[in-house]
């Protein structure tokens, strides 16, 4: 039987304790990260990353590299057509965030690259 010592347990390795072990080790926190399966590739509910998102990834200094090295697609605006007229939804292009779209991509690579940079 292991026995492990640390000073944090973060238990799943979904977006939130992926982001919760990254940023915990980052300050220098021993963390361990506990996950029942051996990679992240499964379905799961989404495939974006918000603005939001990005903005924290801008902040810790990883956000270049992230859109470097994760194939992705991104949308600055949604609409939607009906009876011949397009009709605006959203638009990001004016947020005031670094990313002024929402980022398409499969959630595993999401995971897999703060995985990395952790």
């Not at 977006?15 to 990679?39: C, F, N, W």
Request: contains cysteine; proline residues 4%; aromatic residues 12%.
């Amino acid at each position: 039987m292991n026995k492990w010592h640390t000073a944090c347990l973060v238990v799943g390795g979904g977006p939130a304790g992926m982001m919760l072990s990254y940023l915990l080790a980052r300050s220098g926190v021993q963390t361990i990260l506990v996950e029942k399966h051996g990679d992240f590739l499964r379905d799961f509910r989404g495939d974006t990353v918000h603005p939001s998102t990005t903005d924290l990834m801008h902040e810790l200094g990883i956000l270049d590299d992230f859109l470097r090295e994760v194939p992705h697609q991104t949308i600055e605006q949604l609409g939607i057509g009906f009876k011949g007229k397009t009709f605006d939804l959203i638009d990001f292009r004016h947020l005031p965030t670094a990313c002024k779209y929402v980022v398409f991509m499969p959630q595993w690579d999401f995971l897999n690259f703060v995985a990395d940079k952790a």
